[in-house]
């Protein structure tokens, strides 16, 4: 499978995403800039170079009109890749819905609570229902088991309407 290395500047941070050949720029639209990735353990906030996983677009308390909208993904320090890669310090991106963190020991679920970006994608379209949601993302290796220790987000809470 052909890969397209995509080089995005966000504040005074490069991230380095890898995503399939022809998915860069698909669906693009008009957003505020990112912010600064937030460190979410102790382990990234005393190490730099630690993995860090964390939401791009929505903002934690984001109040979103309708009930489709993009979820933009970011990752530092590691690579995105397709499930089923063997390429060492990579992984690909879950989002967790409105639930609780998985086991950390297993194959992370797959279903309306778990949503999987096996393609190695770093941005998706959602539609939730109106309301508070939360959302967290968690990274999984090749096989969708999180990595040891796991490299997820903090849990932020959307409001749709």
Do not use: C
């Amino acid at each position: 499978m052909r890969h397209t290395i995509v080089l995005a500047a966000l504040s005074a941070v490069s991230l380095v995403a890898v995503v399939p050949a022809g998915a860069a720029g698909q669906g693009a639209q008009d957003k505020p800039a990112a912010q600064p990735a937030t460190q979410t353990s102790t382990t990234a906030a005393t190490n730099p170079s630690a993995p860090q996983v964390y939401f791009i677009w929505p903002y934690d308390g984001s109040v979103i009109n309708g009930g489709k909208f993009w979820v933009r993904m970011g990752l530092r320090n590691m690579g995105v890749a397709p499930k089923g890669t063997t390429v060492p310090n990579t992984g690909h991106h879950h989002l967790l819905i409105d639930t609780e963190l998985p086991s950390m020991t297993e194959a992370i679920p797959s279903d309306r609570n778990h949503l999987h970006f096996g393609a190695g994608e770093t941005e998706a379209r959602i539609e939730l229902p109106p309301g508070k949601h939360t959302l967290q993302l968690l990274l999984g290796d090749m096989n969708h088991v999180p990595h040891k220790p796991p490299v997820l987000s903090k849990k932020i809470t959307i409001t749709v309407r």
